[in-house]
C-alpha cells in the first residue's frame, strides 16, 4: 500500500508539471508576449483575394487592420485623437498581445513613433478591410480602404451586378498626372492613361478591374487587373491633400478573435519600457 501511495504521488506530481504552463510558474518572472502575426494567417486571409490560392500565397499585406477592445464600446485606435487611422500589415505583423492580470490582453509594438493609442488594453478582435496603397514620385504613400469610398454597381466579367470602386476615387488625392501604374500584390504591373483611369473600375469580389468603354481597345492583362495592391501616379502629379474615410467596421472584410488560450500559440520574452 506504501509503494502505492508513492507511486501514486509521483505521478500526481508529474501530472502538475506537464501540465503547468510557464506563466503560472511562481518564480519565472519574464513577461511573455505573443506576436500578432500568428493570429492573423494566410489560411484565412487567402480565400477572400483567391479562392484557388496555394498554401505559399500571402495576401495579408492587402489589408488594413483595426485592433478593437473587448469592452462594451469596442474601443479602437480609430477613436483615438492621436491616432484616428488603422495599422498596415507590415506594422501590425511586428505587435504583440502580453496577457496580464490587470489589463487584460494589452497590444504593444516595438515603434517609438507609434501613437500610444494603439497599446490596446483587452483586446478582443482585428477588423480586417481590404485596401491599397498610393504612391507618388515623391515616395510619399496614402493607404486607402476601398470600402471607404462610394461602391458603384457595374457589371462583372460574368455579367452579373457587382460592386465596385471608381479607380479615379482611389486617385482623389493627386491631380495633373500623365500617367498611373496599377501595381499587384506579386509585384506585376500595367501602364494607363487618365483617360484609362476614368473609365476603370475596380470590382470588390471579383478582385479585377474593369473598363466598360474601353475594355475592347485594351489587352487582357490591361484590362483584366487582379490583386491590386498599388497605384503610383507619375512624376508631374499634384497632391491635393484629399482626405480619404475609413470603411465602416460593417464592411469589414473578417474579423478575428483573440484567442482564450494561448497555449498553442509561440510566445517571446518580452522587454518592455
Known amino acids: 500500500m506504501k509503494k502505492l501511495m508513492v507511486l501514486m504521488s509521483v ?15 511562481p518564480n519565472d518572472t519574464n513577461v511573455y508576449g505573443y506576436k500578432l502575426e500568428q493570429f492573423v494567417t494566410t489560411a484565412i486571409t487567402n480565400p477572400l483575394i483567391d479562392t484557388a490560392a496555394t498554401a505559399t500565397d500571402d495576401f495579408r499585406s492587402l489589408f488594413a487592420i483595426e485592433i478593437v477592445s473587448a469592452d462594451a464600446n469596442q474601443w479602437s485606435p480609430r477613436l483615438s485623437s492621436n491616432a484616428g487611422y488603422d495599422l498596415a500589415w507590415p506594422t501590425f ?10 489589463s487584460g490582453n494589452r497590444t504593444y509594438f516595438p515603434y517609438a513613433d507609434l501613437p500610444g493609442a494603439f497599446k490596446v488594453t483587452n483586446t478582443g478582435l482585428f477588423r480586417l478591410y481590404r485596401k ?15 470600402r471607404g469610398l462610394q461602391p458603384h454597381c457595374v457589371d462583372n466579367w460574368s455579367g452579373a451586378p457587382e460592386d465596385a ?33 476614368a473609365d476603370g473600375y475596380y470590382l470588390l469580389s471579383s478582385e ?19 490583386k ?5 501616379v507619375s512624376s508631374e502629379a ?30 517571446t520574452i518580452m522587454e518592455l519600457d
Open 208 to 226: 479585377v478591374t474593369t473598363f466598360p468603354t474601353l475594355n475592347d481597345s485594351m489587352t487582357s492583362g490591361q484590362k483584366k487587373f487582379k
Open 132 to 146: 491599397v496603397d498610393l504612391l507618388s514620385a515623391a515616395k510619399d504613400s496614402v493607404m486607402v480602404e476601398l
Open 11 to 25: 505521478l500526481l506530481l508529474l501530472f502538475i508539471a506537464a501540465c503547468s504552463e510557464k506563466d503560472d510558474n
Open 165 to 197: 470602386i471608381k479607380l479615379s476615387d482611389l486617385l482623389a488625392t493627386y491631380s495633373g498626372y500623365a500617367s498611373v501604374t496599377l501595381i499587384a500584390v506579386d509585384g506585376y504591373s500595367r501602364d494607363y492613361t487618365p483617360e484609362q483611369i
Open 238 to 267: 499634384t497632391n491635393v491633400n484629399h482626405q480619404y474615410l475609413l470603411a465602416d467596421k460593417q464592411h469589414a472584410n473578417l474579423e478575428v478573435p483573440v484567442p482564450t488560450s494561448f497555449t498553442s500559440y509561440e510566445a
Open 93 to 102: 505583423k511586428d505587435g504583440y498581445i502580453v496577457p496580464n492580470p490587470s
Open 228 to 232: 491590386l495592391a498599388k497605384l503610383r
